[in-house]
């Protein structure tokens, strides 16, 4: 079965300083995606980043970018020039065949001002 | 910009009171899916549709859950009867292929009491 660990269930960040997620995941596919989803207070679930296993530049969205070691089967996120506003939850997830998304434990990301 | 709808937003009943959750999936996602959302067992997915067929529902509680989908615009998730540890939050999602990010709604928060 596939599976994603986020081994760090909590994070704190000062703000404008640079903070990065871990993330893991096992399987046995060689072509899948992975995504990280923020989830603030509100609730919603947004997403924040995707990664296509195929490619091995790594995905990045303005202060958001991962660092994806497919041997390793590693999919960090790194948040640049923290802002308040980036406080949340932090899912990291993978698409298994058939769309179906296996989500991580979550990793709570707090950031001082 | 399209949206998933999920309808209520809230939701407080008594145990053993049918519970219907309502989802508008974005108008051209072919497939829908439901997750379950608590502090113990984090985002795991319950059921999920492809073109209005069912292709997954093997994490729900079959006695007491049912998923349809209706037409195109409309997936339903209901409970009956419902107990208190089905209180969650849950989440509907509508996508097109497992290339592309989900789309979630803003979920429904279930308590029964």
């Known amino acids: 079965a596939q599976t994603v660990t986020q081994s760090q269930p909590e994070m704190s960040v000062q703000e404008a300083e640079t903070v990065t997620l871990s993330c893991t995941y096992d399987?046995?596919?060689?072509?899948?995606?992975l995504f990280w989803y923020k989830q603030p207070p509100s609730r919603q679930m947004i997403l924040v980043i995707r990664?296509?296993?195929?490619?091995?530049q790594n995905a990045t969205e303005n202060r958001f970018s991962v660092n994806f070691q497919k041997a390793a089967k590693s999919f960090s996120l790194k948040i640049s020039d923290s802002q308040l506003g980036d406080a949340a939850m932090y899912f990291c997830?993978?698409?298994?065949?058939?769309?179906?998304?296996?989500f991580g434990e979550g990793t709570q990301l707090t950031v001082n001002p | 910009d399209a949206r998933v709808t999920q309808t209520p937003r809230h939701k407080v009943t008594e145990m053993g009171q049918e519970v219907t959750m309502r989802c508008q999936p974005i108008?051209?996602?072919?497939?829908v899916f439901w997750y379950r959302q608590t502090m113990m067992q984090g985002l795991e997915l319950l059921a999920y549709?492809?073109?209005?067929?069912?292709?997954?529902d093997s994490g729900m509680p079959k006695d007491r859950f049912s998923a349809e989908m209706p037409d195109a615009t409309l997936a339903t998730l209901k409970i009956q009867p419902s107990e208190p540890r089905d209180s969650a939050v849950y989440f509907c999602?509508?996508?097109?292929?497992?290339?592309?990010?989900?789309?979630f709604g803003d979920g429904t928060r279930l308590s029964i009491l």
């Open positions: 999602a509508s996508g097109t292929d497992r290339r592309q990010p989900q789309h």
């Open positions: 399987t046995s596919e060689s072509d899948y995606y």
């Open positions: 990664q296509e296993a195929y490619k091995q």
């Open positions: 997830a993978y698409n298994t065949s058939g769309s179906r998304l296996t």
């Open positions: 108008l051209g996602h072919n497939t």
């Open positions: 549709f492809r073109n209005r067929a069912p292709l997954d």
